[in-house]
């Protein structure tokens, strides 16, 4: 069973509808003892860093202890960011530091949120890209943005280069900045990918 952690932010449902597509299970749930019994976790969201957070703290213990265990914990959009270890998002606050770095605002005049299609470009290959082709597009929604590194999976351009898909310093831990349950096959076949690594 795959938990989609509800902290009161993101769009649970779509991501609960987007396994149900590819036949997985997966239950939206804010309580601590089905989280315990997940075999893989869903943090999604939409919003402002230091809200989601927030919001977040009375499940930190909960969702931190099965990612200690490893369980695959897979962040969206929102969820990616918060796994870094701060946000310059209306003042600087910390995140949960499963991926070294710090989150930033688009610059130099662009224009925001990025909002829409945009290519992938894979670094490295990693079991949640799968069967996913070079420069495939995906769905973003975002204002804020986490650098190119060491922990890039995939990058996309927006007025530069940023991550698109991160590892953890956790090799359970992965997250996206854009929205695999509204980027079509491409996303879909990715939830596929993520409920796989339960298997292995």
């Not at 310093?169 to 695999?180: E, I, L, M």
Request: proline share 4%; net charge neutral.
């Amino acid at each position: 069973m795959i938990a989609i952690i509800d902290y009161g932010v993101g769009n649970l449902r779509s991501v609960e509808k987007g396994f149900a597509y590819v036949g997985v299970t997966a239950k939206v749930t804010g309580d601590p003892s089905v989280i315990d019994a997940a075999d893989a976790i869903v943090l999604p969201g939409v919003g402002a860093f230091e809200s989601g957070m927030r919001h977040f703290e009375p499940l930190r213990k909960a969702v931190l202890g099965r990612v200690d265990a490893g369980v695959p914990l897979l962040g969206v959009c929102l969820g990616m960011q918060m796994l870094y270890e701060e946000s310059e998002e209306n003042g600087l606050h910390k995140g949960l530091g499963l991926v070294k770095g710090r989150i930033t605002r688009f610059s130099n005049g662009l224009k925001v949120p990025h909002m829409g299609w945009n290519s992938l470009d894979i670094k490295k290959q990693h079991p949640l890209l799968d069967g996913i082709k070079n420069n495939s597009f995906v769905y973003f929604v975002h204002s804020y943005k986490a650098p190119a590194g060491e922990n890039t999976v995939a990058s996309a351009e927006y007025g530069g280069e940023f991550t698109a898909v991160v590892s953890g310093d956790r090799p359970n831990v992965v997250g996206t900045q854009f929205h695999p349950e509204k980027s079509g096959d491409t996303g879909l076949r990715m939830l596929k990918n993520f409920s796989d690594c339960i298997k292995r």
